[in-house]
């Protein structure tokens, strides 16, 4: 059965450092999200991404945060500039279709630590 | 007022109880609403969704909506020790304002005893 990965499955950076975050959706998906579980507190909607466009971001997601789809397979999150408060599970979901947002599947996450 | 509100237990079942899990919103605007089961440090795991108001059934599992109370549920029947995990119910918008956003509740811890 297709499943979304995600590399690495743990990142450990010091502040300040830049890290990105690789994730590999479901390959006939068209639709693709980030989303953050800080430890303990619910599952947080970052950003959606759709024909290489943005279709919405949080308010979490300010000026140090990116994505990417480089090419026609990795879709990446990039943090320009990590804090304490940015470390959390990060999960990369994608969906097949506009009428199917709600059927987002899930990657087992990148735990990333900022020391 | 939170958007999605969901009681984080934790539950404590014996093996083949019916377990009730429920959240409730504010945001009149969500049309479709799921489940999502999630085992610790994995990626949440799509269970069920349901459009609107009514119920859905698969398996042991029943997913119910009520709009007009702003509630939504899900049963387990007979449930088994593996069903042990955290579940999360999720909600989005329909249509021309959907961008994909999932508002998930604070999930619900269960753990079923053998």
């Known amino acids: 059965e297709p499943e979304v990965t995600q590399t690495p499955s743990h990142q450990v950076t010091q502040m300040g450092q830049e890290v990105i975050l690789r994730c590999v959706p479901i390959?006939?998906?068209?639709?693709f999200y980030w989303y953050r579980q800080i430890l303990g507190q619910k599952v947080e909607f970052l950003v959606s991404f759709y024909n290489n466009e943005i279709s919405e971001k949080s308010e979490i997601f300010d000026d140090q945060f990116s994505v990417e789809r480089p090419d026609g397979s990795n879709f990446t999150l990039k943090i320009r500039s990590t804090k304490l408060e940015d470390s959390a599970m990060y999960f990369c979901?994608?969906?097949?279709?506009?009428?199917?947002?709600?059927?987002?599947?899930f990657g087992p996450g990148t735990r990333l630590t900022v020391t | 007022q939170k958007e999605v509100e969901q009681d984080p237990g934790p539950l404590s079942v014996p093996e083949g109880a019916i377990v009730s899990l429920n959240c409730t919103y504010s945001?009149?605007?969500?049309?479709?609403f799921m489940w999502y089961r999630q085992y610790s440090r994995k990626g949440p795991e799509l269970l069920m969704y349901?459009?609107?108001?009514g119920n859905k059934e698969d398996g042991r599992f029943t997913a119910q909506v009520d709009k007009s109370s702003k509630y939504i549920s899900l049963f387990i029947r007979d449930s088994q020790p593996s069903d042990s995990a955290t579940y999360l119910c999720a909600m989005t918008f329909h249509g021309s304002s959907n961008t994909g956003k999932l508002i998930f509740g604070q999930g619900t811890t269960l753990q079923v005893k053998p």
């Open positions: 390959s006939n998906h068209l639709y």
């Open positions: 349901t459009y609107s108001s």
């Open positions: 979901a994608s969906s097949p279709a506009f009428s199917k947002h709600y059927e987002q599947y």
């Open positions: 945001n009149s605007a969500f049309q479709y």
